[in-house]
C-alpha cells in the first residue's frame, strides 16, 4: 500500500554538524513533498516543501532533496543547533487525493 | 502568521463523559482538521472540513462527531469518553489541503 517512512527513528549529531533525515515513499504519483519539526510539548511546525517537479529546494540553513527515482526524500540542516532538536516528520500527497499522508517520525537529538 | 489555537493543553476526563475540544484559526482557511498523536502510531486524520457545516470522515472516526457552524472554528466531540482515546490531539487548518498549520495540541487523559 501506499506509505510514507523514516529510515531512522534516532539520530544524534554533535552541535555545528550538518545533520541529514531521510524518508522514504512509495507512491511515485506522489506530487508534493512536506518536512515539520515538532518540538516537546508543541504542535508540528512548517520547515519547508518541494513539489514533484523539483530536485532541491533551499531555505534558511535547511535543504530538502527529492529523489524521484528511488522515492526518496531527505531533509538536510546546516550547523545543527540545539534548538533544532525535535522530531521531524515527512508528508506527501499523492493522486489518490489531496490529504497529506504523514511519516513516522525520527528524533533528532543535538549534543553539546 | 497563521494561529491556530486550541482551547485546552491538557484535559482529564472520566470514562462516560462528553468531550469537547475546540480550535479556532484566524486565517480564514477553508480546510480544518482533527488529527491523534499515539507514540509509534504518527499523526492519523479523525475528521476534516472543507467548509462550514460540511465535514468527511477521516481514517479513524469511530467514537469521534465534529461540528463546524462557524468559518474559523472546528470542534472534536468525544460521545462518550474511554480509555483507548487517552491521546495527544491536535487541530489543523490550511488554505489548500497542503501546508497545514497546527495547533498546539490537547493532551487528553481518560481515567
Redesign the interface.
Known sequence: GESVGLHLPTLSVQEGDNSIINCAYSNSASDYFIWYKQESGKGPQFIIDIRSNMDKRQGQRVTVLLNKTVKHLSLQIAATQPGDSAVYFCAEIGNAGNMLTFGGGTRLMVKP | DVK?TQSSRYLVKRTGEKVFLECVQDMDHENMFWYRQDP????R?IY?SYDVKMKEK?DIPEGYSVSREKKERFSLILESASTNQTSMY?C?SSY??????????TQLSVL
Request: aromatic share 16%; glycine share 36%; no cysteine.
Open positions: 491556530v509509534g502510531l504518527g499523526l486524520l476534516f477521516g491536535l489543523a489548500g489541503g497542503e501546508k497545514l498549520f497546527f495547533g498546539s495540541g
